[in-house]
């Protein structure tokens, strides 16, 4: 879902399978855009579990993700899309990268 905004927005989307996280955070490694200061608009990926979001805010301490059983882009969550409504692990740093 990441990548139809990014589709949308920029009119492109990454990675050489644009529907796998590790495919597109390899093009976005490769982009060297990572970053330690997330701004509203930027990629966070929590690589160990295969989950991808939008920042909502400078900081990223919110961002909104894909929810396959609601078939919308419409999941609220911390940047390691952990917590009670959350399968992920809160002890994996979440990378983000800057749309290059």
């Not at 927005?9 to 990572?34: F, K, W």
């Not at 909502?56 to 609601?70: D, I, K």
């Amino acid at each position: 879902m990441v990548n139809k905004i990014l589709k949308a927005v920029l009119g492109y989307t990454m990675g050489a399978n644009p529907d796998l996280v590790p495919s597109v955070e390899a093009a976005l490694r490769a982009a060297n855009d990572q970053t330690s200061q997330p701004q509203q608009g930027d990629i966070d990926v929590q690589g160990q579990d295969g989950h991808i979001g939008i920042c909502a805010n400078a900081g990223c301490t919110l961002v909104f993700s894909n929810s396959s059983s609601e078939h919308c882009f419409c999941d609220e969550s911390n940047p390691t899309f952990s917590g009670p409504n959350w399968p992920y692990s809160p002890n994996v740093q979440p990378r983000f990268y800057h749309i290059p």
